[in-house]
């Protein structure tokens, strides 16, 4: 299991918290053990989720910013999670190229998104890098 698998347990995890309100340790031990990941991918996994849940409403409020047709509560679930995991990363994780946050990101989305998602998710990304004063002011403090 390499670093994208444990994107996607970390989506999982995510989604679980976001739809469940499933307690993070909880749901991680329980995705990890699922799917059979080892120590670096469950400490990789582990950073992308509290990290995610740590900066959730400056993020949230970064996706609320540039999605002004689609309140975030509106949003697909799935889609949401995978936009707070990219975000995160983009933000907050200076060793991890924004470039590979947001192909990661579509990736995922093709794999647990709808046929919509990754020109949803790809769009909402790209407005976010694109206004960086107005929308993520971290992403230019991290350049």
Same mark, same amino acid.
């Given at each position: 299991?390499?670093?994208?698998?444990?994107?996607?347990?970390?989506?999982?995890?995510?989604?679980?918290?976001?739809?469940?309100?499933?307690?993070?340790?909880?749901?991680?031990?329980?995705?990890?053990?699922?799917?059979?990941?080892?120590?670096?991918?469950?400490?990789?996994?582990?950073?992308?989720?509290? =990290? @995610?849940?740590?900066?959730?409403?400056? +993020?949230?409020?970064?996706? &609320? *910013?540039?999605?002004?047709?689609?309140?975030?509560?509106?949003?697909?679930?799935?889609?949401?999670?995978?936009?707070?995991?990219?975000?995160?990363?983009?933000?907050?994780?200076?060793?991890?190229?924004?470039?590979?946050?947001?192909?990661?990101?579509?990736?995922?989305?093709?794999?647990? =998104? @709808?046929?919509?998602?990754?020109?949803? +998710?790809?769009?909402?990304? &790209? *407005?976010?890098?694109?206004?960086?004063?107005?929308?993520?002011?971290?992403?230019?403090?991290?350049?």
């Amino acid at each position: 299991m390499g670093r994208r698998q444990a994107r996607e347990t970390a989506l999982q995890v995510l989604f679980q918290i976001d739809l469940g309100k499933t307690e993070p340790d909880l749901a991680l031990n329980n995705t990890a053990e699922e799917f059979g990941a080892g120590p670096q991918e469950i400490e990789f996994a582990r950073q992308l989720v509290m =990290g @995610t849940l740590e900066h959730i409403e400056e +993020i949230d409020a970064m996706i &609320g *910013k540039v999605s002004k047709e689609w309140q975030l509560n509106r949003m697909a679930n799935v889609d949401r999670n995978i936009m707070r995991l990219a975000i995160f990363e983009m933000n907050y994780r200076a060793d991890i190229p924004k470039s590979v946050s947001v192909n990661e990101a579509l990736e995922l989305s093709k794999i647990f =998104g @709808t046929p919509d998602s990754v020109r949803f +998710i790809n769009g909402i990304l &790209g *407005k976010l890098l694109d206004n960086k004063d107005e929308a993520a002011p971290v992403i230019s403090s991290l350049e």
